[in-house]
């Protein structure tokens, strides 16, 4: 029993978990490569050669596939038109295939390297979301005579107008001669390696924790229904204490919210209802674990509207020095050992280690 009582502060030598409750903020530093596609949707305003289309006699199909990596935007389009003028009911088909090679920015990282006006993208900008895809094309008309035009189009993306609104894009040529509002069916982004990094501070137990953290994210956003799922890498840096410096994974989930969204159509199209900014909520689970220090926790972020930087708040337990409740055999650890081998030796010098024979 003597031997068992000095072993049992060893198998405790390991602390228990502590919380980590922390506050933390950052912003899009490199927006990654992205993947769009799109396609369906019902037109609900048109004018083709300055004749304005009757909505109910539309008949519209259109699809979109468009990659960016940094600056450098690239993809096709291509739709079919057909229907009737307003007021003279003329029918008129038009269709064709546009190659994306450029991009009007959304937005442009990291944050200040542009002026929201100014075009190109300054050398200092090394990323973009698109707000228009920009490419040209031969498109066939018939109205009734027959023509061929080749046209700069500007296509605005889904990313503008979102779920779970979500409201009609814009596709229109550069001399205003074809115009075609519409509600797409399905649009999705692909995003890759997308780097948001920030400032971190709160307490571990009683003790005050700051640094600094990065996340590297890859998500699928489905801009239809408005929601994300998101996976990546996290790491926590120049932290004080200095073994909460950790690295590892990250997944979770977001969704658009319908709450403090600002209509930008006047601003950016100059069409109602065709471009809403809006934020995002998210929220997840990471495991941070270096080897020496396990780090597993929850987040709750609110990025700003549009979604360009955030704020929120995580919780986490944090384990030091191995797995809890295995023993440590330092010279520290075997002091209880050494002193309880130390007094069964002077009990059997004085005699009261032997059981009496009387």
């Known amino acids: 029993m003597l031997f068992l009582f000095a072993f049992a502060p060893v198998a405790h030598a390991t602390p228990p978990p502590n919380q980590l409750d922390l506050t933390i903020s950052g912003s899009v530093e490199n927006s990654g490569q992205q993947y769009y596609t ?4 019902e037109v609900i305003y048109a004018s083709i050669l300055g004749q304005v289309v009757d909505p109910s006699t539309a008949a519209f199909t259109e699809s979109l596939a468009a990659s960016v990596d940094g600056l450098a935007t690239s993809g096709t389009a291509n739709f079919s038109f057909s229907g009737e003028f307003l007021g003279n009911e003329t029918s008129f088909t038009i269709g064709g295939t546009i190659g994306i090679v450029d991009a009007i920015p959304a937005e442009a990282f990291p944050l200040g390297c542009w002026n929201e006006t100014t075009l190109p993208l300054p050398a200092t900008c090394t990323s973009q979301v698109p707000a228009f895809f920009v490419g040209a094309g031969v ?3 018939t109205v009734p005579q027959s023509l061929q035009l ?10 503008l107008n979102p779920g779970p609104f979500p409201g009609p894009v814009v596709w229109a040529s550069t001399d205003g001669s074809v115009v075609i509002v519409f509600s797409y069916a399905t649009a999705t982004i692909d995003w890759q390696d997308v780097q948001t990094n920030g400032p971190l501070a709160g307490t571990l137990g009683a003790t005050l924790v700051s640094g600094s953290f990065n ?9 239809f229904a408005g929601t994300e799922a998101e996976s990546g890498t996290m790491t926590f840096f120049d932290m004080n204490p200095s073994y909460l410096d950790a690295s590892g994974a990250f997944s979770g989930a977001s969704t658009i919210p319908t709450y403090n969204a600002i209509d930008c159509s006047s601003n950016v199209t100059g069409i109602a209802e ?7 909520a998210s929220s997840g689970n990471f495991t941070l674990d270096p080897g020496n220090t396990l780090i597993q926790g929850a987040y709750d972020i609110n990025w700003t509207v549009p979604a360009i930087s955030f704020s929120g708040n995580s919780t986490a337990l944090v384990s030091q020095g191995g797995v809890t409740g295995v023993p440590e055999f330092g010279a520290g ?14 009990l059997k010098r004085n005699g009261l280690g032997e059981r009496s024979r009387d």
């Open 274 to 280: 065709t471009c809403t900014e809006t934020g995002l």
């Open 38 to 41: 799109q396609s369906g949707g």
């Open 150 to 159: 080749s046209l700069g189009m500007d296509l605005e993306s889904a990313y």
């Open 333 to 346: 650890a075997l002091a209880p050992v050494a002193m309880a081998v130390a007094l069964l030796l002077l």
């Open 139 to 141: 498109l066939n008309f």
């Open 215 to 223: 996340m590297t994210t890859n998500a699928h956003e489905d801009l």
